[in-house]
């Protein structure tokens, strides 16, 4: 399904059985693909039907859902699969026997395209879950740190503590027009997502 096409941004959002988001973004002739699991075959065919080049391979974080693709994706097209340095450790603890090409950092910025992707560090769900956001096209990928009306599973108090530091980041950050593509659920607005000024500094 197509979702968008602004700024020179398309994005194509799949969806796994269990739920999880996927998305492929296209920028000219280069494309990425963020957190996808399930969708290979229907990358490959919009590849080679538009003689489309895989560019980068991200995961918003390194849960086994994420990354289990990530053998295959690397084989048929090659990519670069980026992962942010906080996050590696996640990866070693899955069944997933691929290292990453690029490591990343915040505010690090990829080019797709004619346009960035600025990665930002929004701790929580993981120690190294990231968003990605394309400013020109009003886009963040937001993996399960934000979603509609509320955020990722947190896993005790230091998680939760920087959950709040991350997601009031976000709300500090984010221009209200951005569409939100979330890790899972509907997607939304940030201008929806007002709760996140009402948060508590943890």
């Known amino acids: 399904m197509k979702l968008k096409d602004k700024g020179n941004l398309e994005v194509k959002h ?45 995961v918003t974080h390194a849960h086994q859902s994420h990354v289990q693709a990530l053998p295959l994706l690397k084989q048929k097209f090659g990519a670069t699969f980026c992962l942010h340095e906080y996050e590696y450790q996640h990866l070693k603890e899955t069944d997933v026997d691929t290292e990453p090409d690029q490591i990343l950092n915040d505010n690090d910025t990829l080019k797709l395209g004619n346009l960035d992707i600025r990665v930002l560090l929004t701790a929580g769900h993981t120690k190294g879950s990231v968003c990605f956001w394309i400013r020109e096209a009003d886009a963040l990928f937001s993996g399960s740190t934000l979603l509609k009306k509320g955020y990722g599973q947190i896993w005790g108090p ?12 976000l709300g500090s950050t984010i221009p209200a027009q951005t569409t939100i593509y979330t890790g899972s659920g509907e997607l939304t607005k940030m201008a929806n997502e007002g709760w996140i000024h009402c948060m508590r500094s943890a």
């Open 14 to 58: 799949f969806v796994s059985q269990s739920g999880q988001n996927q998305y492929l973004l296209i920028s000219g002739r280069e494309t990425a693909t963020i957190d996808v699991s399930e969708a290979i075959d229907e990358v490959g065919q919009i590849l080679e039907e538009r003689g489309l080049a895989l560019k980068y391979v991200l």
């Open 158 to 169: 230091s998680s939760m503590s920087l959950m709040h530091f991350s997601l009031k980041r």
